[in-house]
């Protein structure tokens, strides 16, 4: 095994496309500084902003949300609960569990009492429940962090999230998505101020900071994101960063710096507040407004 390459004491990691080894403590500080400056260099916020993580009780939430307490920023989580079975309730648990151990506050809210939770939708909706669930998700992150008085939503999202998500993009030249694709999506519009402080770092790299700063984490996918195309192209992609490291890396950094811009410059977003909700919407009703409408209709329905 390598030497650390800061204190030379035995390495637990080598980082292939960073070209460093580190030792536990080093690979802690080297995770921790990264975070700080993707903070920075994106300027995504201060020690002056209320921050809301959203945390699935997953490797990756919690692991930003760790960081960003150590790193002195004042960040409470936010949890919706899914509904999911198992998986939703042991999700809450570790999540609830972490909140303590920090000492900070960590909002809940149910789907099932603001909507339906997602199995059920999924039977009523016939669409792939993540398309429902991502809806939902961005929906209520939104309201609950207006609500709560938080100026910033920070999500999880890592490298290889957000790499396969511009490969599906890419491929089929999503023009709409890709000029939303950043690491930063401004406030206004009645938006609060989106970020993804992991997006320069990989699962892997996420998972072993995880591990090693003793986070109890979900070690489950959610059941219903099985057979997602966003799986096939991570394998993909992590198949050529076997053979060429850094490529990852390359494909969302020269994104970001060569094609973005060009994009942005034809941003027009046209938003209004929904009629129903007052929520942000580019047509008269936001989607959830409209599933709502569809489940009371539904509702109907079965009774009569
Ligand atoms: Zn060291
Ligand atoms: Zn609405």
Redesign the pocket.
Known sequence: MKRCAKCSQKAVVYLPHHRIALCKEHYIEWFERRVERTIREFRMFSKEDRVLVAVSGGKDSLSLWHALHKLGYQADGLYINLGIGEYSKLSEEKAKKFAQGLGRTLHVIRLKDLVEDIPTLKEIEKRPACSVCGNLKRYYMNKSAKELGFSVIATGHNLDDESATLMGNVLSWNLGYLRRQYPVLKEGNGFVKKVKPLCLITEKESALYALLSGIDFVEEECPYSVGASSIEYKLLLSQIEERSPGTKLRFYLEFLRKVQPLLRREEKLELKP?S????P?SGD??T??RLKQRLTLSEKGQGS
């Open positions: 929904c129903i909700c007052g929520e919407t009703v936001c959830v407004c």
